[in-house]
């Protein structure tokens, strides 16, 4: 368990302080950040400035799926094909409603108030607070602080260019173009110069990238083991690649597919991020399945892997956070919290195990959907009859299947109703204790990940349509799993650049599953139709060939005893002689999942919800995702605050006129 004084509450490693002193600091900023000269004359004083930065970015970031910094709620994988429901009661989300359409000032607020309000007489944390206390910071260092060590001062420095850059990305992704304010400015109805107008999204692109490489020259390659978690040099760089890589997509680039120039700067910034970090260290972790596992599990200490990282706490205390994400995937059986039903579109998903696509041709029975799936599927899903250890049981085997009795009653085995056969089970760990229910677990979270920078080069090549390197870098990640070199790790011949995007993101959609990565790649390709806001260009899903996502369902399944029973577990005698580990020699874990099908067959069916997964109260319904979503437009606060500010594309303004900002431009 950590001690009070090293609390791991932020994406990096909070040195923090006691109670006392955080609220001091606190009362020490009231007034936006203008704290007395003599605060930057002491290292341990400047140290809780950069660490509440830290706090104020990371805070609440407990889970992998949760996205924005700053806000870190997990709105948007709900969006995806990896989470059902969202909504009230487990119904669709809002935003993919087909009978809710969003498109006016008042209702910006109802899809996110991510922006933030008005400046006002308390410290809030919101985006441009968070960007004033870092102005605040870098105006003042090297004046009121020059009596510090100048690597002090750099590396401080270095931490606040990367956090002012990433808030800056989040902005962009969330509004496309906003205004760009690098100097503390005091609220004014009078100062004409504090009327920044949206700047274009290529200026906040130069502005973030500027910011990043500024981070890159101050940041060190790599901290001290007390210090790790804070960002570095190979960092700094690699955020630079995403960023590019998103500024190249269809969402911000009209000329995705006709002009090569930002997917080479994307493509340039991918490999620097690369040699960098490969240099200091950092690369793939381990060469199979189970290291892809237990890479998760690199606790409080430096993994290879990781490039930025969310430290975690497994104790009880009212300043650390622990992670929220185990608690929620273990079944009731294990005292968990229900567990995170996988819908069918994701365990269908997966490649088999020589990194085909899962079809009837290559061998997929999507019933018997466990046999012969990508090493990663079992480290990913847990499903009936598989071994899912924790400290106080090495042993313990999940069973999820429900059966009617003669009453036509439904009861379920070990009281695990589940609305699908297959759970997520990733980054869970083995060793954790249910003793609190599994609400103190202390497993870090990955913001970024090696194989994801190796996966943005590989886009990068794909768009450029440079196909044998688009095929190398995603065989690096396969093959580090066990996916044998054959046929292209199982991509087959791509004789297109639209079949080598289209496989790239096929591979994030797998690599990356449940770490928040998903609905930023399907909003900045556009993939839930090819529809999009007159004025800008989609069409997207028709290019690369993948079938747009509206119009489709998450869908679930009861795994269901095959007849009538008593209410008494017709299984219970059974089943205990088969169970699969994971971890098994390959020869056995073979000759488990075969008993294991035997076992399905002869016992199961697949059950119709009573309720689908996406429904509307109760009526099954199909996702609907109306174009101007991509981009939100900017709420009545705001733009009746800042009248100079033009609504953006899509969306209506304060007088009920369609807005003019266009983000593609």
């Not at 889970?63 to 969006?79: D, E, I, K, R």
């Not at 009209?254 to 493509?267: F, I, M, Q, S």
């Not at 990640?477 to 070199?485: K, L, W």
């Not at 509206?550 to 089943?575: E, F, I, M, S």
């Amino acid at each position: 368990m950590k001690t009070k004084f090293n609390i791991y509450i932020t994406l990096a490693l909070l040195l923090v302080l006691g109670v006392s002193c955080s609220d001091d600091f606190l009362q020490e900023k009231k007034n936006f950040g203008q704290v007395d000269d003599s605060f930057y004359e002491s290292q341990e004083q400047t140290d809780w400035y950069i660490n509440r930065l830290y706090y104020n970015f990371y805070f609440g970031y407990t889970s992998p799926v949760a996205t924005l910094v700053g806000a870190f709620n997990t709105t948007q994988s709900y969006l995806t094909e990896e989470l059902p429901g969202g909504g009230t009661n487990g119904t669709i989300h809002n935003l993919i409603n087909p009978g809710i359409t969003y498109t006016t000032a008042e209702d910006v607020a109802l899809v996110t108030g991510y922006y933030g309000k008005a400046l006002g007489g308390s410290v809030k944390n919101e985006p441009y607070d968070r960007i004033r206390d870092i102005n605040s910071f870098l105006g003042n260092i090297d004046t009121k602080g020059a009596s510090l060590d100048q690597t002090y001062r750099d590396r401080a420095k270095g931490q606040a260019y990367y956090l002012r850059a990433i808030q800056y990305f989040d902005l962009m992704r969330t509004y496309g173009g906003v205004p760009i304010v690098t100097t503390v400015q005091n609220a004014s109805s009078t100062d004409e110069s504090t009327k920044i107008p949206r700047a274009s999204v290529a200026a906040v692109v130069a502005q973030i990238t500027a910011d990043l490489d500024k981070a890159a020259t101050l940041l060190p390659p790599t901290w001290d083991a007390a210090n790790y978690g804070r960002f570095t040099r190979g960092a700094a760089l690699a955020q630079k690649a995403r960023v590019l890589l998103t500024y190249a997509s269809p969402l911000f680039n009209k000329n995705w597919d006709t002009a090569t120039d930002r997917w080479d700067a994307a493509l340039a910034a991918g490999l620097a991020a690369e040699t960098q970090l490969t240099a200091d260290g950092f690369g793939l972790y381990g060469t199979t399945a189970k290291d892809w596992q237990d890479m998760f599990l690199i606790n409080n200490a430096f993994c290879k892997e990781a490039i930025t990282v969310k430290l975690l706490g497994d104790g009880i205390s009212n300043i650390a956070e622990n992670n929220s994400w185990e608690k929620g995937l273990r079944p009731v059986s294990q005292g968990g919290g229900g567990a995170l039903e996988a819908p069918k579109e994701m365990i269908d998903l997966f490649p088999m195990s020589d990194g085909k696509r899962p079809t009837v041709a290559n061998g997929y029975d999507a019933f018997l959907f466990f046999k012969g799936r990508d090493p990663r599927f079992y480290r990913t899903f847990a499903f009936s009859g598989v071994k899912w250890p924790y400290k106080e049981n090495t042993t313990s085997v999940v069973w999820s299947y429900r059966w009617l009795d003669a009453s036509n009653v439904a009861r379920y085995s070990d009281n695990n109703n589940e609305t699908s056969p297959a759970f997520i089970r990733k980054m869970s760990n083995p060793a954790v204790t249910n003793a609190t229910t599994f609400q103190y677990s202390g497993t870090d979270i990955f913001e970024y990940r090696y194989a994801e920078l190796l996966l943005n080069i590989a886009e990068c090549y794909a768009a450029k349509g440079d196909i044998a390197n688009t095929v190398a870098y995603i065989g690096k990640v396969r093959n580090r799993v066990g996916i044998p070199s054959t046929n292209n790790y199982g991509l087959g011949t791509l004789t297109t650049k639209y079949a080598a995007i289209e496989a790239c993101l096929y591979e994030r959609r797998v690599e990356l599953a449940y770490e928040g990565k998903r609905f930023w790649d399907i909003q900045r390709w556009m993939l839930y139709s090819d529809e999009a806001v007159a004025g800008t260009v989609g069409g997207t899903c028709s290019k690369l060939g993948i079938a747009p996502i509206n119009g489709t369902q998450r869908t679930g399944h009861y795994l269901q005893y095959k007849t009538t029973a008593t209410a008494v577990d017709p299984l219970a005698a059974t089943r205990p002689s088969v169970s699969v580990d994971i971890d098994a020699a390959p020869a056995t874990f073979q000759t488990q999942i075969n008993a294991l099908a035997t076992f399905y067959t002869n016992n199961f069916v697949l059950g119709n919800l009573p309720t689908p997964m996406d429904n509307v109260s109760g009526a099954a319904t199909s996702i609907s995702w109306k174009p101007n979503y991509y981009i939100n437009g900017l709420q009545t606060s705001v733009l009746t605050l800042n009248p100079w500010m033009i609504q953006t594309i899509g969306w209506k303004d304060t007088a009920g006129s369609f807005g003019t900002y266009n983000y593609q431009e």
